[in-house]
């Protein structure tokens, strides 16, 4: 896993973090040399030919909004994570001339791979090349943390064997009410880098109440934190409805404890029950929402970049 420590902050996820747009390149034709129209008619503007470029590891694109440049690391009909030159990685929904490569709009297909053992690049469940006969790292002072303990198993079944190649620890909070009091504690710095995985971490929310708090508590030290999340109520809500074999999450009224809700709509028994179910459908990235990924890839990068 690469990664840079980027800007530390506060913030939610939803998709990538953008960067400036290019500069320069001219604005609309004011029209000058057209010979008049029709009245109420746009004027014609030529299509940009979309081209389709089969996305095999190492190919260099750009997202079509010019936010991120990277090489492709992975693609699958979804979605496609790029790695740009400083080791950060962005994911992006895998969409129709979605991309830019060599200056014209493309449209990335998935590289057909070729069976046998020879042929193939042994990956993990997060989708980064598996490391084989590597022995664990003495854990870094630094560390992850994740809401509860449902968090901390998902995260395991997908990014278990990164954290391990690279020495981080996940811990469980039990509840970002505590999140305050564990940082204050934790005493974050240069050396000891703490990012933290939030559910439902939108504008107005608890949680995001709770790491603004946590930002003005720690002054100066919380540019040694980063505080992620997805806009999911819960982790269980981060899996993909297919991927439990379910047409959509249900929705639950406010004052009904939202798994125990799920359970009940579901007919999956108590939250015990809803447990296993979830957890035993998680094998890899591609079972889990998009938010949740890129926000553990940037915490991932954000403890691992060197000082």
């Known amino acids: 896993m690469h990664g840079s420590s980027g800007d530390a902050g506060f913030r939610t996820t939803g998709g990538a973090v ?45 997202d079509a909004a010019e936010t991120f440049c990277g090489a ?25 001339a979605a991309f830019l490569h060599e200056g014209r709009p493309a449209t990335l297909i998935p590289p057909q791979r070729a069976a046998g053992p020879d042929t193939t690049v042994q990956r993990s469940a997060s989708g980064s090349r598996r490391v084989e006969n590597v022995r664990a790292k003495t854990a870094l002072p630094h560390r992850i ?4 303990l449902h968090d901390a198993a998902i995260v395991e079944q997908v990014w278990g064997h990164d954290l391990r190649v690279e020495g981080v620890v996940v811990e469980p909070l039990h509840g ?21 995985l939030v559910d439902h971490l939108v504008t107005g929310s608890k949680e995001s109440r709770i790491a603004e708090g946590l930002r003005r508590e720690l002054g100066p030290a919380a540019a040694h934190v980063l505080v992620l999340g997805h806009p999911y109520v819960d982790i269980w809500e981060a899996v993909k409805p ?9 929705s639950i009224p406010r004052g009904i404890e939202w798994k125990r809700g799920v359970c009940e709509a579901l007919g999956w028994g108590d939250d015990r029950d809803g447990a296993r179910r979830v957890l035993s459908s998680v094998s890899s990235w ?9 926000a553990m890839e940037q915490l991932i990068d954000f403890v691992t970049v060197g000082p």
């Open 72 to 96: 492709v690391i992975r693609a699958d009909i979804r979605e496609v994570v790029l790695e740009d030159s400083a080791g950060r990685r962005r994911l992006f929904p895998n969409k129709p």
């Open 145 to 148: 943390w994740v809401e509860g």
């Open 286 to 294: 591609s079972d889990l929402e998009t938010p949740l990924i890129t």
């Open 18 to 62: 953008r960067a400036p747009g290019r500069a320069g390149g001219g604005g609309p034709s004011s029209g000058a040399g057209r010979t008049g129209g029709l009245p109420g008619l746009a004027p014609h503007k030529p299509t940009r030919e979309v081209v389709s470029v089969v996305a095999e590891p190492g190919l260099v694109v750009e």
């Open 176 to 196: 970002a009410d505590v999140l305050v009091e564990a940082a204050r504690e934790f005493g974050p710095g240069p050396d000891r880098r703490l990012g933290v």
């Open 242 to 250: 297919s991927a439990v074999g379910i047409a959509a999450w249900p």
